[in-house]
């Protein structure tokens, strides 16, 4: 039984520069289990994007310990914020060819597993449609296809949606869940804080160190009314529905849970207005 797909301990990450040594992350230490939906927070120059690289194996660690399982080992893929940087086919079918070739894929199971993978991120009627005509979300959608092709059991997605306008972003994240429920692992960096109310657990990074690691409410909601939350020690701002509930505590209004996502609020509002 696999106990964890990343164990991480005491790891930094330092580059040679100029003038000397950088160092980028440091007491970095945590463990991904098998089946996680983990979203990894901060803000630009945190260490966010060394981590996912490290994770991936594009990284070396300059110190501490870090355990793969072999399933990580072998089965990791890595999704950047710029699809384009990482298409190469001239249609949706080429390009998840290019990934299935090289990872020694017999010819006759290509089709087969480039049909399931589109299929799962709802590109099949693109197969054969060239790439340049897709629009931002769907090249992202291709790159997700592309790793569930070569069956990746493990998912880094680097701000991959980003460059995505809302409905797109929305439509990667539904996409995202569907894999979590078919028990791959998923980490999500990300600098926008609306989305990790889809995750099961955030960790926050502030100048190359873990400062939380927790659930998404803990990141957002005080302990009591004297404490900054950990998001409010990042110097970040909370998602729109957090900052409504924090205005309806103010005005005397308590609610008995801690919403993150706009849909937790509504259904929370109507819940408690109802048993009034």
């Known amino acids: 039984m696999i106990l964890h797909h ?26 991904i ?5 983990v979203a990894i927070v901060g803000k630009n120059g945190s260490g966010k994007s060394t981590l996912a690289r490290v994770l991936a194996g594009l990284l070396p660690i300059s ?24 298409i190469i086919g001239d249609t949706v079918y080429e390009d998840i060819c290019f990934g299935l070739e090289n990872h020694c894929i017999a010819s006759a199971d290509m089709p ?9 991120v709802g590109l099949l009627p693109f197969m054969h449609v060239q790439v340049d005509k897709l629009s931002g979300g769907q090249k992202q959608l291709l790159c997700i296809a592309s790793a569930l092709a070569i069956d990746a059991d493990v998912l880094i997605f680097d701000e991959s949606t980003a460059m995505l306008d809302p409905r ?11 894999l979590h429920k078919e028990g791959r692992t998923v980490l999500w960096v990300t600098q ?23 659930t998404p409410s803990a990141f957002f909601y005080q302990l009591n009314d004297d404490d900054e939350t950990p998001c409010e020690k990042l110097q970040l701002i909370p998602p729109y529905p957090v900052l409504v509930v924090n205005e309806l ?28």
């Open 249 to 276: 505590h103010r005005a005397g209004m308590m609610l008995v849970e801690q919403p993150v996502l706009m849909s937790q609020l509504k259904e929370v509002i109507i819940k408690q207005c109802l048993s009034i």
């Open 6 to 31: 990343f164990l991480l301990d005491q790891v930094a990450v330092a580059y040679v520069i100029d003038d000397g040594i950088a160092l980028v992350c440091s007491d970095i230490s945590f463990s």
């Open 33 to 37: 289990e098998p089946g996680e939906l």
């Open 168 to 178: 797109s972003r929305m439509e990667i994240i539904e996409v995202i869940q569907s």
């Open 192 to 214: 926008l804080l609306e989305e990790i109310g889809h995750f099961q657990r955030v960790i926050a990074l502030h100048e190359g160190k873990i400062s939380f690691d927790g």
């Open 112 to 120: 087969i597993r480039a049909r399931k993978a589109l299929s799962a």
């Open 63 to 86: 110190r501490g310990t870090m355990i793969k399982s072999p399933e990580a080992l072998h089965s990791t893929q890595i999704i950047m914020q710029n699809p384009d940087a990482q």
